[in-house]
Nanobody, 123 residues
Framework: VQLQASGGGLVQAGGSLRLSCAAS????????MGWFRQAPGKEREFVAT????????SYADSVKGRFTISRDNAKNTVYLQMSSLKPEDTAVYSC?????????????????WGQGTQVTVSS
């Protein structure tokens, strides 16, 4: 499985961005997917996860109510819609995938990772 994240950029505080993560292969619908982020000098942290069907999602408290994770299995793509962005959301965002019937919040739970995409929120 290969994952490719895109959609990052520079946005003002209060703005919105939508990240995409495209997966190769025909097994995307069997993957739980997650988004993680890493700010300079900080450890990577969990952002959001979604199960294989899209019926269950989970978010970090810091983004709950502002970010929405979704997926389109027909397009082999998972999305992260980010709204009401804050300067503290500035980080490199990476997507991850793991075969399984549930969802996962730990980075160690994921076997497949895409390259990151930079999100910068200016104040």
């Amino acid at each position: 499985v290969q994952l490719q994240a895109s959609g990052g950029g520079l946005v003002q505080a209060g703005g919105s961005l939508r990240l995409s993560c495209a997966a190769s292969g025909r097994t995307f619908s069997s993957l739980a997917m997650g988004w993680f982020r890493q700010a300079p000098g900080k450890e990577r942290e969990f952002v959001a996860t979604i199960n294989w069907s899209g019926s269950i999602t989970s978010y970090a408290d810091s983004v709950k109510g502002r970010f929405t994770i979704s997926r389109d299995n027909a397009k082999n793509t998972v999305y992260l819609q980010m709204s009401s962005l804050k300067p503290e959301d500035t980080a490199v965002y990476s997507c991850a995938g793991q075969y399984g019937s549930t969802w996962y919040r730990g980075s160690a739970d994921y076997s497949y990772w895409g390259q990151g995409t930079q999100v910068t929120v200016s104040s």
